[in-house]
């Protein structure tokens, strides 16, 4: 490097991500100072966990560090999970720890071989001074960072408190695995996660929900009795030995989000930046890459910052991001550790393992076929490695031959409500492609019910018979496939264009009159206000919806069910955003409850006793002032107390301003919590998009059924192809028989 791209650095912060940061940019020729409030000795916490992909970026960076740290390392490949007293061990995971003040020590020691100038003690100087003074000011100060707050207009952090309490503890002996244990108190659950990090040292953390840590007395206990309070709890896990602390206090996990990362030539690095629960890896991991892609963008950037930041933030957000992801599942998970207690010792063990949705199915079966296979059979699946998508599922007279559902998907191609050749094509394609239940989009019970001019319904003779046409062919042409139709009125999300048109924009002429729970417009100002039903509407609703039962009925559907979510008529009563009425139907949940329930029992009353009914629910609505996922339990609790067979738990779609945090199975935390609360079938929805992600939803305990909508679209034999690739070739999966010359994937290339 030449005289005129060094750098003088100032680096805030001396923990393993700062003093990574330091040593690798004094590598590079640079001029790097680091502030450190603490003396040298001093640390929080006490063992570290660095995956396989961390070392090997360490290694490739700087081969001093890592071959430092390999002498130091404790390394184990087994998970322990201990539930009720059953030990049950996974095996193949692959961890490597070390102290986290032995890595401080080799931290010290190399920043020290490369003229790094470490000053221990000492506050930092004001960030705006460090900024006037050097080329680049690393802000590495942890979650509670100064140099984070004096920027915060620009940075824009959010701070999430998690709902557990946590201590962090260590007992001077070595664990043999990685170990998972729960405490039945009674004050309620709580956790222990421990994992060895020397040869005579275990890391012990104890966590467990606000209201247990209060229950409990805890909140009142100094660190040296809450170290022989949890050490007696866990005295099993502990072999009767003692815990001891260092600095530690009961701490609320703290979830760090920026909008931005840098400010002029100042950057974020590590907590500062972003934070991860501890439940998947360590703060520090994610900090030790921060340094790696940092010090990377500098090198490939030499003398401009500004480019070296840009490209560090670029790199380095879509791997946090996707961490973090998984991070908050895993934090959830534990936060409702509690519903997941009674499940079977097997079952228990695989949800945990694959809390954060990065360990799967298929990916556990690779460590550990012997213990995935043992959970199958508990699962029921056959001896003959049938996948668990591939086995059967009963609702009332119904028995599913697998457990993949197409989702219900508005087409909008309907001419005066009667579905033509395309829904005959889409549906009958979906049922020769293998799965168990095909649904149709939502069906209008009536004509002011659409959503869209080009909206199904089922209020004319001649809707029906169009019906019957395509539940012929698929009972006809694709026997053992069950084929289920959805009912719904649009409410005040009525009278607009097609999607592809504009999605809920009101139709330029053609309109109808809405009606709602109550007058609000789905957009204000852009959408028109729906008149609020009165008592004799409701009535005349209730009779449009079991008319349409009936005809769906006589049309041959296996299964109906009830749309009471994203916001159209029924889901309108239920969400407190969009019911304001203040009769019997309106303020509670118990009332808003009513008018769904009264059209349930309507639907029922009339739909074959033989034939299940399911009921749609929106969740959340990912709104404040919502519905809760709490009331989404008592909504689903309601409606399986009214005789429905499963629950369809899908979110959002109920006022325009929300919020939804989307990612991978993003909605199925809200199944999963209404299934193990309950004890009620649910049906999982929501960027489910792989086979994986089916048999590891249905293993683990979270869903019966698994619905998905774009993969089907993608692939109308997304079932077939799923059975093929998991080399399957059983009687839940059956090739039509002219399409068995094609169940195998053609050869590519020279093959």
């Not at 668990?388 to 119904?398: K, S, V, Y």
């Not at 084929?483 to 009525?494: D, E, F, M, S, T």
């Not at 002219?738 to 020279?750: Q, W």
């Amino acid at each position: 490097m030449d005289a005129g791209s060094a750098l003088r650095v100032a680096v805030v912060g001396g923990g393993p991500g700062g003093l990574y940061a330091a040593a690798l940019l004094a590598r590079q020729g640079h001029t790097v100072e680091v502030w450190e409030r603490n003396a040298p000795e001093d640390t929080f916490g006490f063992g570290v966990v660095l995956s396989d992909e961390t070392l090997g970026g360490i290694e490739r960076a700087d081969a001093v560090v890592h071959a430092a740290l390999g002498a130091e390392f404790v390394r184990w490949d087994d998970v322990d999970v201990v539930h009720r007293g059953r030990l049950l061990t996974s095996g193949g995971h692959g961890f490597a720890a070390v102290g986290r003040r032995r890595l401080l020590e080799i931290l010290h020691e190399r920043c020290s071989g490369l003229g790094v100038r470490l000053r221990f003690r000492s506050e930092a100087p004001d960030v705006r001074e460090l900024a006037a003074s050097h080329d680049l000011v690393v802000a590495a100060d942890g979650v509670h960072s100064a140099v984070r707050e004096a920027g915060a207009a620009h940075y824009r952090p959010t701070l999430t408190a998690g709902r557990c309490r946590y201590i962090w503890l260590a007992a001077d002996f070595a664990l043999e695995a990685f170990r998972f244990e729960i405490a039945e108190t009674e004050h309620g659950v709580m956790q222990l996660h421990a994992y060895p990090y020397a040869a005579d040292a275990s890391t012990v953390i104890v966590e467990m929900r606000e209201e247990v840590w209060q229950a409990a007395g805890l909140d009142l206990c100094d660190e040296e009795e809450s170290a022989a309070r949890c050490a007696k709890i866990f005295s099993e896990a502990l072999r009767g030995r003692p815990l001891r602390g260092n600095h530690s206090t009961w701490t609320q996990f703290r979830t760090v989000v920026n909008a931005h990362w840098s400010h002029g030539n100042t950057v974020l690095l590590g907590d500062a930046a972003h934070t991860a629960h501890f439940s998947i890896g360590s703060g520090t991991k994610l900090a030790v890459e921060d340094a790696l892609a940092l010090s990377e963008a500098v090198a490939a950037a030499p003398g401009d910052v500004p480019a070296a930041l840009a490209a560090y933030e670029r790199a380095r957000r879509p791997a946090v991001a996707s961490t973090q992801r998984a991070a908050a599942a895993s934090r959830r998970w534990f936060e409702e550790l509690a519903g997941y207690v009674d499940q079977p010792a097997r079952q228990f063990a695989f949800n945990l393992l694959t809390r954060s949705r990065r360990v799967t199915h298929d990916n556990l079966r690779m460590r550990d076929e012997r213990f995935t296979r043992a959970v199958e059979r508990d699962f029921g699946c056959p001896d003959d490695a049938t996948p668990p998508m591939f086995t059967p599922l009963t609702l009332r007279g119904l028995t599913l031959r697998n457990r993949v559902v197409v989702s219900p998907m508005d087409m909008y191609s309907a001419e005066e409500g009667v579905p033509g050749d395309f829904h005959l094509v889409h549906l009958g394609a979906r049922a020769l492609g293998g799965a168990g239940l095909v649904m149709t989009e939502m069906v209008c019970v009536s004509e002011q019910g659409r959503i869209t001019p080009g909206c199904a319904g089922l209020y004319t003779r001649e809707q029906a018979d169009a019906w019957r046409r395509i539940t012929d062919f698929v009972h006809t042409s694709a026997p053992g496939t069950a084929l289920g139709v959805q009912l719904g009125h649009a409410g005040r999300k009525g009278s607009t264009k097609v999607m592809w048109e504009g999605m809920d924009d009101p139709l330029p002429h053609g309109n109808w009159p809405l009606v709602a729970a109550s007058a609000l417009p789905y957009r204000p100002g852009v959408s028109a206000s729906p008149r609020a039903l009165e008592r004799a509407d409701l009535a005349a609703l209730r009779s449009e919806f079991a008319a349409a039962a009936v005809r769906a009925a006589d049309c041959g559907f296996d299964l109906l069910e009830l749309h009471c979510a994203h916001g159209y008529l029924l889901s309108g009563f239920l969400s407190p955003l969009t019911n304001h009425r203040d009769d019997e139907y309106g303020g509670s949940l118990e009332n808003r409850l009513r008018f769904p329930l009264e059209v349930f029992d309507a639907v029922r009353a009339v739909w074959p006793a033989e034939r299940p009914m399911t009921v749609r629910l929106s969740a959340t609505d990912w709104a404040p002032g919502g519905t809760s996922p709490e009331e989404a339990v008592e909504i689903a609790a309601a409606f399986a107390a009214r005789g429905a067979d499963a629950i369809d738990v899908s979110t959002g779609q109920v006022v325009a301003d929300e919020a939804p945090e989307y990612g991978r199975s993003y909605q199925t935390p809200y199944a999963d919590r209404i299934r193990n609360a309950l004890g009620v079938p649910v049906i999982a929805v929501g960027a489910i998009s792989s086979w994986d992600d089916v048999n590891s939803l249905l293993l683990a305990g979270r869903a019966d059924l698994c619905a998905l909508g774009r993969p089907h679209l993608y692939d109308p034999h997304w079932t077939l192809h799923a059975a093929a690739d998991q080399s399957y070739e059983g009687p839940a999966a059956p090739w039509p028989a002219p399409y068995r010359a094609g169940s195998r994937k053609p050869p590519t290339g020279r093959g």
